[in-house]
């Protein structure tokens, strides 16, 4: 057997698809992390709500979940977010994170006299900080390639 032979057979195998060759399809839920929720409803982006010092009931937390779920719609793409109920001394205070692709963060404090209020200021200042971003314009290559053609 020369090296050609053992060459052709061994291109066969490959192009038959060998079992470490051929690239597996997922199904689009299992491949993008998105899992169905108890309602049975996939969910656009996991949101963690925490209660430190503090008793949360459930309408309060389908609440935070709504809004953050709302607001995040204007982002490009969100991957988590995380809502913080903290109460010290009688002062409530909410913190939201918002993460977005490429290490991007927004967060946003806000205190007030009682929970819901507090999530309703935050609530308010990320959606700020979202639209100033969503408005702001992205860097596009088109400098480099306008130069490049004065140039010759």
Known sequence: MTWSSGWDARR????????????RMRPASIYSGRL???TGRIEVMRV???????????????HARELVEKVAKLARR?????????????????????????????VAKASAADLRSALDLA????KRQLLDEKQTPRARRTA???KAREVS
């Open 78 to 106: 969100p991957h988590h977010a995380q809502v913080l109920f903290t109460e010290d001394h009688g002062e409530a205070e909410v913190e939201i994170e918002v993460h977005i692709p490429r290490g991007r963060v927004h």
């Open 123 to 126: 609530i308010a200042r990320v």
């Open 48 to 62: 963690t709500i925490t209660a430190r010092h503090t008793e949360l009931d459930e309408d309060l937390r389908a």
């Open 36 to 38: 169905p929720d108890e």
């Open 144 to 146: 480099r390639r306008s």
């Open 12 to 23: 066969a195998v490959l192009r038959k698809g060998s079992r470490g060759t051929r690239r």
